[in-house]
């Protein structure tokens, strides 16, 4: 399971101690799905991982089967969080990769 936290959330913790916001956002996950055990956590931030401009198409291919994927990828428009375009983009780049 990966929890995301919000954009507000996430920037009033982000300063914080590592350890204690992930504790707390283990606390808000068990308060969604209850009765959920969670044997391991791992806290990830990006400041700037919300691209506000983005490029054209899913993925750039830098070199004979070496791509770029991620939320800097699709479109802005219509989607909510870049994590959506992170995933179309990385389908996009599966896609390029069974037909090579």
């Known amino acids: 399971m990966v929890g995301l936290a919000n954009p507000r ?3 009033r913790r982000f300063d914080a101690d ?3 916001t ?3 956002l283990v606390v808000e996950l068990r308060e969604v ?3 959920l055990s969670v044997s391991n956590s791992i806290l990830k931030r990006w400041r700037y991982a919300n691209a506000t401009h983005v490029l054209a198409g899913g ?3 830098l070199a004979e089967r070496c791509w ?3 939320d800097g990828f699709g479109s802005v428009a219509g989607e909510n969080n870049g994590v959506e375009r992170a995933v179309r983009s990385a ?3 599966a896609a ?3 037909v090579t």
Do not use: D, N, P, T
């Open 91 to 93: 389908l996009s780049v």
């Open 18 to 20: 590592a350890s204690v």
């Open 9 to 11: 959330w996430s920037a």
């Open 22 to 24: 992930e504790a707390e």
């Open 33 to 35: 799905v209850r009765g």
């Open 59 to 61: 993925f750039l291919e």
């Open 68 to 70: 770029v994927a991620g």
């Open 96 to 98: 390029a990769i069974q």
